[in-house]
T-cell receptor, first 114, second 112 residues
Framework: QKEVEQNSGPLSVPEGAIASLNCTYS??????FFWYRQYSGKSPELIMF????GDKEDGRFTAQLNKASQYVSLLIRDSQPSDSATYLC??????????????FGAGTRLAVHP | SQTIHQWPATLVQPVGSPLSLECTVE??????LYWYRQAAGRGLQLLFY??????ISSEVPQNLSASRPQDRQFILSSKKLLLSDSGFYLC???????????FGPGTRLTVT
């Protein structure tokens, strides 16, 4: 079982719609969850993080965390073509020996079409 | 504000040649530093991490090595490159005690 799983996509949504990206993780002790956006050929960029159950909103982005079900989601409202990218989910392992490591999923490719 | 630099941006090297990639961070002190590799169409693989000068931990045994000669400098090296070393190499930094990591622009390495 992979530690952090994401659907590879592509997830295709029309411009203006809500894009919903999902991530499941296997380590019940994980406490910190991150979403990175990676444009083709570029490095990942941190866009959201969440530590507590529930929702966290930042502009058009909402991160949702459900620790009991071990999933974290990213919602993008009013999707724009510029949101087209690969979205990486990252989770801290419950034991990282003080090195603050993250485990990354393989990413979901989002395509927003006009 | 903090800035992370990597160079070179792209590199084409023959099999068996040496490698040296450099990463530097500005605007912070005593950062955690990380080297990742991303193969084409694949996820991020953590290679090395460091919590301080001279303190390097290896995540995956391979023909690569890392060094941290200065607080904000992280170097990835190889004595002899393999074809399988091709990929996108990313350096990242994070604050001590925090999990957020911030990536540099990356080096795209092609081994021929």
């Amino acid at each position: 079982q992979k530690e952090v799983e994401q659907n590879s996509g592509p997830l295709s949504v029309p411009e203006g719609a809500i894009a919903s990206l999902n991530c499941t993780y296997s380590d019940r002790g994980s406490q910190s969850f991150f979403w990175y956006r990676q444009y083709s050929g570029k490095s990942p960029e941190l866009i959201m993080f969440i530590y507590s159950n529930g929702d966290k909103e930042d502009g058009r982005f909402t991160a949702q965390l459900n620790k009991a079900s071990q999933y974290v989601s990213l919602l993008i409202r009013d999707s724009q073509p510029s949101d087209s990218a690969t979205y990486l989910c990252a989770v801290n392992p419950s034991f990282s020996g003080g090195y603050n490591k993250l485990i990354f999923g393989a990413g979901t490719r989002l395509a927003v079409h006009p | 504000s903090q800035t992370i630099h990597q160079w070179p941006a792209t590199l084409v090297q023959p099999v068996g040649s040496p490698l040296s990639l450099e990463c530097t961070v500005e605007g912070t002190s005593n950062p955690n530093l990380y080297w990742y590799r991303q193969a084409a169409g694949r996820g991020l693989q953590l290679l090395f991490y460091s919590v301080g000068i001279g303190q390097i931990s290896s995540e995956v045994p391979q023909n690569l090595s890392a060094s941290r000669p200065q607080d904000r400098q992280f170097i990835l090296s190889s004595k002899k490159l393999l074809l399988s070393d091709s990929g996108f190499y990313l350096c990242a930094w994070g604050r001590q005690g925090a999990y957020e990591q911030y990536f540099g622009p990356g080096t795209r390495l092609t081994v021929t």
